[in-house]
C-alpha cells in the first residue's frame, strides 16, 4: 500500500500535466484556425493552469457542496462520528471531517488533497439502511480513498475534465459564431482538420481518461478496505444493498459522480451507453472480489 500511495502521488502531478497539455492543445488548435492566433493559447494555459490550481486546493469544498452534504459533529451523530473514529484509528490515519447528505438515496464519497484535510460524506438513507458492519464496510472504502491519495488524484480528475469540457465548448463556440477564419491562413489543411479534431474530441479523451482512474480504484478501495475491517462480507452485502436501490441521489452530479462508491444516477446507470461511460465497475464484479477474499 505505501507503494501505492507513492504511485498516486506521481500520477497526481502527470494527471495534472496531462490536462494542462490537452488544453494547450486545444488552445493551439484553435490558433490555427482562426484569427485569434496566439492569445487563445496562451488563454488556454492561463485556464489550464487556473483550474489545475483551483481542482487541488479547492476540489473537495466544490465537491461536498455540489453534493449539498452539511458538516458535523460528534454531538450531531454520535453513531456516524464515531465509526469514523474508530475506522480512522485502525487505518492509522487523522479522522476525517464528516458529513451527511439529507437523502433517501444510499451512497457515500470521501474527497480532500491528503488525509489531514480529506472529508467523508455519508447520505442518510445510507446511514439508515445499512447494519452496522455493512457501513463500517462502506466507511472503510472511503478511509481506503483517504490513505492512498485517491481521493487527491479523483477529485483533480474531475475539476480538470471539466474543464476541458468547458474549455472545448467555449472554443468551438467562439470558432463558429463569433470567430473568423485566416484569410491568409498558411496551415497545410491535414494539420487543420488534426487541430479541429482534437478541439471536438478532447472531451471524450478526458473522460476515458476518468473512466480508466475511477474504476481501477474502486476496486483497490475495496480490498483495501476490507482488509481494514477484516470482514469482506459487509461491503459485500452494502454494495448490493446500494446498487439494488434504483432511485438516484437528488443531486446527482456528472461532475463528482465518480467520487462516490456507487454510481449516484441509480438504476439507469447500469443501462445501455450510461454503463458503457459509467465511472464505475459493475457491483457484481466487485462483490464477486470480496466474497473470493472470505
Given at each position: 500500500m505505501y507503494k501505492q500511495i507513492e504511485s498516486n502521488k506521481r500520477r497526481s502531478v502527470l494527471l495534472i500535466f496531462l490536462f494542462i497539455l490537452i488544453i494547450t492543445l486545444v488552445g493551439w488548435a484553435v490558433g490555427e484556425i482562426t484569427d485569434y492566433g496566439y492569445g487563445i493559447l496562451v488563454l488556454a494555459l492561463v485556464i489550464s493552469v487556473v483550474m489545475s490550481l483551483a481542482g487541488y486546493f479547492g476540489g473537495d469544498k466544490m465537491a461536498l457542496a455540489v453534493s449539498g452534504a452539511k458538516g458535523i459533529k460528534k454531538e450531531d451523530n454520535p453513531y456516524v462520528y464515531r465509526m469514523v473514529e474508530n475506522i480512522s484509528i485502525t487505518a492509522g490515519q487523522p479522522t476525517p471531517k464528516v458529513y451527511l447528505i439529507n437523502d433517501t438515496g444510499m451512497n457515500a464519497f470521501a474527497t480532500g488533497r491528503k488525509?489531514?484535510?480529506?472529508?467523508?460524506?455519508l447520505?442518510?438513507?445510507?446511514?439508515?439502511?445499512l447494519e452496522n458492519e455493512e457501513l463500517e464496510g462502506v466507511i472503510a472504502h472511503e478511509m481506503s480513498h483517504v490513505k492512498n491519495y485517491d481521493i487527491r488524484m479523483m477529485t483533480l480528475v474531475g475539476v480538470l475534465a471539466g474543464t476541458i469540457v468547458l474549455v472545448s465548448d467555449i472554443f468551438l463556440r467562439g470558432?463558429?459564431?463569433?470567430?473568423?477564419?485566416?484569410?491568409?491562413?498558411?496551415t497545410h489543411p491535414a494539420i487543420l482538420i488534426i487541430g479541429l479534431?482534437?478541439?471536438?474530441?478532447s472531451p471524450i479523451i478526458a473522460q476515458i481518461i476518468k473512466l480508466a482512474v475511477s474504476r481501477?480504484?474502486?476496486?483497490?478501495?475495496?480490498?483495501?478496505?476490507?482488509?481494514?475491517?477484516r470482514y469482506p462480507e459487509g461491503l459485500a452485502r452494502a454494495l448490493e444493498k446500494i446498487s439494488h436501490s434504483p432511485k438516484p441521489l437528488e443531486k446527482a452530479n456528472n461532475a463528482t459522480?465518480?467520487?462516490?462508491?456507487?454510481?449516484?444516477?441509480?438504476?439507469?446507470?447500469?443501462k445501455g451507453l450510461a454503463k458503457m461511460f459509467s465511472t464505475h465497475p459493475p457491483v457484481a464484479e466487485r462483490v464477486r472480489a470480496l466474497r473470493g477474499m472470505a
Open positions: 488525509p489531514d484535510k480529506s472529508s467523508i460524506a447520505t442518510t438513507g445510507l446511514v439508515n439502511g470558432m463558429f459564431f463569433g470567430g473568423r477564419r485566416r484569410s491568409n491562413n498558411k479534431a482534437f478541439i471536438i474530441l481501477k480504484r474502486e476496486f483497490l478501495a475495496d480490498a483495501d478496505g476490507a482488509l481494514l475491517t459522480a465518480h467520487l462516490y462508491i456507487v454510481s449516484p444516477f441509480g438504476g439507469k446507470a447500469g
